[in-house]
């Protein structure tokens, strides 16, 4: 068979990073994968020509600098396709993620996003690593990052501030976000405008960053976001550097027909403009608009009872966001030992592999009628926060990553591929 590459799924940050370059042969489809190796445990399909171009087109419709928020996926095959796609900037929020992003790319720029720190990862990001942004959201923050990187003493010993760039970040009032990320992070407005005049001193760079949460549909979000950064930065009167309206940027799922990228961007480009900041640099941090469409997993079905079946993964392993949150996926069915006759198509429920009630997926997930245990089923749209938020509960553990050659799977309007199963020629 072609070129297949197969490692253990289980966290990325465990493994060493994978440097081999790139092969240039063509990579296999995921049926005839499905076809040859006929597994029994879940298979995570990476399309890195799908993620490479994902992050061009990002790129380009942005009209600022882009980090990538590694958390949504950060193993090295996405890496890897993001920086051939272009990116540059990586948003980490963890010592091993930053040492997994250094490891791989020397020239890599990057950020380190979390407004809570330990003492040790900022000391090693900056001393071991030559991280130079961090981002806070207290005053208790502010000193530990001079503390640690020793910017206050070079700074009261030159009277000029060194290379610490400090992005203070802002809270937000809820959001229409499916995942509402307000509460845990961010300065008030109040907090911030003084943290803002105390970090000005500090800082070679200061910036304002936001999150507005995850798959935001709406493109208000970032323009009553920045209208409140224009607040904070008239208050606080002091001079910025950066403003960075993080990530939430939304993807097509089954439910969920976001609107397209640009009336997203025009509202941050009116939004920026209205700040009259001419100088100051735009950045954004998105993870899931970047890699949903390049990943899939294909799963097993290890028995049908009525309109429920039971499948190798499950809220434990990669499909997390399908249990409590009920995101739907485009998904087929794969059959190799023949075509599907024409059956029609069910919704169904799924259960993982857990013995937790709780690993319940109920879709529903339209799929021919006449599926059954043993066929295989490819869903989709799951390169985002789907292999990263893996565990090891009940020893469901094993999982195979293989980069693949196809695109990604197309949703019709019930969520099913318009061909809901693939018979593979012999
Ligand atoms: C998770 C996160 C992101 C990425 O969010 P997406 O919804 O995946 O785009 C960006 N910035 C911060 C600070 C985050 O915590």
């Not at 966290?11 to 060493?16: D, E, H, M, Q, T």
């Not at 005839?32 to 171009?53: G, K, M, Q, T």
């Not at 207290?138 to 009261?156: F, M, P, Q, R, Y």
């Not at 970047?290 to 097993?300: D, K, T, W």
Request: with cysteine; charged share 25%; glycine share 12%.
């Amino acid at each position: 068979m072609e070129m297949l590459r197969v490692r253990s799924a289980v966290s990325p940050l465990r493994r060493p990073a994978d440097d081999r370059a790139r092969s240039v042969t063509r990579l296999p489809r995921v049926g005839d994968l499905i076809a040859n190796l006929r597994p029994e445990d879940p298979v995570h399909c990476l399309r890195p020509a799908v993620l490479a171009e994902t992050a061009r087109a990002f790129r380009a419709a942005f009209p600022g600098e882009v980090l990538y928020a590694v958390k949504c996926n950060a193993d090295p095959a996405v890496l890897r396709a993001l920086w051939e796609g272009g990116v540059r900037h990586f948003d980490c929020a963890s010592p091993k993620e930053v040492a997994l992003v250094r490891s791989m790319f020397a020239d890599a720029e990057i950020h380190f996003m979390h407004p809570v720190k330990a003492r040790g990862a900022i000391r090693e990001a900056w001393a071991r690593h030559g991280v130079r942004d961090f981002v806070l959201d207290s005053a208790d923050e502010l000193a530990k990052l001079l503390a640690e990187t020793g910017a206050a003493g070079a700074t009261a010993a030159t009277g000029v501030a060194g290379e610490l760039g400090l992005i203070v970040r802002i809270a937000l009032p809820k959001s229409g976000a499916v995942i509402d990320l307000s509460g845990k992070f961010g300065a008030s407005l109040e907090d911030a405008v003084s943290l803002l005049r105390a970090a000005r001193p500090q800082a070679a760079r200061l910036g304002i960053s936001f999150h507005v949460g995850s798959q935001c549909l709406d493109p208000l979000a970032w323009r009553q976001a920045l209208d409140i950064t224009g607040e904070v930065i008239r208050a606080a009167g002091v001079a910025i550097d950066i403003i960075d309206v993080g990530g939430g940027f939304p993807v097509a799922y089954p439910d969920a027909e976001p609107p397209a990228l640009g009336a997203f961007m025009a509202e941050i480009e009116e939004g920026f403009e209205r700040l009259g900041l001419p100088d100051a640099q735009l950045w954004a941090e998105p993870g899931r608009a970047l890699v949903a469409g390049g990943g899939s997993v294909v799963v097993q079905v290890q028995m049908r009872r009525g309109d429920a079946l039971y499948v190798n993964d499950g809220v434990y392993g990669s499909l997390a966001d399908a249990g409590a949150l009920g995101f739907r996926y485009p998904v087929r069915m794969i059959r190799p030992d023949g075509g599907a006759a024409d059956v029609g198509v069910v919704g169904f429920s799924f259960y993982g592999p857990t013995c937790d009630s709780a690993d319940a997926m109920r879709g529903p997930f339209y799929l021919p009628a006449d599926i059954a245990e043993g066929d295989w089923i490819e869903i989709g749209q799951l390169g985002a926060y789907g292999a990263s938020l893996r565990t090891g509960f009940n020893g469901f553990d094993q999982a195979r990553i293989v980069e693949v050659g196809d695109a990604p799977l197309p949703m019709d309007e019930i969520g099913h591929p318009i061909e809901a199963d693939i018979a593979l020629a012999a």
